[in-house]
């Protein structure tokens, strides 16, 4: 079962509620999690540094520090040990250098819809596994691994069994229900004839459920029957409504880069999936990726 050990949250409110620090306190219950609590203080811009006072940048860091000791505080109180670390930059560059210098295996954030470029930033290139909070959905009850097995494609296939690990293990620890969803459709099939598409299908249906159900067998995962879904048409759309239908909280996907391009390129379906639905989002790495640190996404 996977597990997460060492959890970096980010602390980008200080508002009484923080649902990324629910979450992380929820998963540290269950094992030995080392969690870092960060903020990431913005700089003055240049053309304001005129009017701010002398003194306004260290005031709101020492604000900073006294709140994220206070969370710190409250998580001790729960039997869950916590460091702190503020940073000042770039949010999305700092944190992707912390995650690397704690060695992190999960970021932590609440979603701030008015933040997307950043959190779209740290979806693309943070080095380890990335969980975006949806404020209304912290407490996790369903949760949907989103999978796009393909036998010819070897990172694909073992991205889907990392999925289903990773949303196997979270579910575990929740006590959430699992659901798996993998879409697939005819290739072609506005040339085809009709008996054609029909006898496709068939067979594209029923391969489908053989690969996802031999991939949850590697996993040693099971899975209620009407857990399982096999949507034929576009990826994105299927997810979409499957999170609305069936009330998803959590939907666990895969990212894929491109190779030759600096910084991970999130697949348009997982890019879709985050701007459009209203859930929480863990967005799993491909085997194999660097993160590129030193590359100034602007």
Known sequence: MKSFERILVVVDSSADRQPAVEVAVELARMDDTAITLTHVLEDVPSYARWVVPEKFESLVAERWH???????????????????????????????????????????????????????????????????VDPGRAAVRRILAAIDPEPADRTKTTLATTVIEHAASVAARLSAELHVLHAWRVFGENVLGFAEVRDEAARLEKTSRERVTQLLEQCDVSLEPDRLALPRGNAQAAIEAYVGDTEIDLVVMGTIGRTGIPGLLIGNTAEGVFQRVSCSILAIKPPGFTAPMMIDDT
């Open 66 to 132: 006294l709140t994220l000791e206070q969370i710190k505080r409250s998580l001790e109180e729960h039997g869950v040990e916590a460091a702190v670390a503020l940073q000042r930059g770039k949010l999305s560059l700092e944190v992707m250098r912390e995650a690397e210098r704690r060695r992190s295996d999960l970021v932590l954030k609440t979603r701030d819809r008015e933040n997307a470029a950043e959190e779209m930033r740290l979806l693309r290139k943070c080095p380890c596994p990335i969980w975006l």
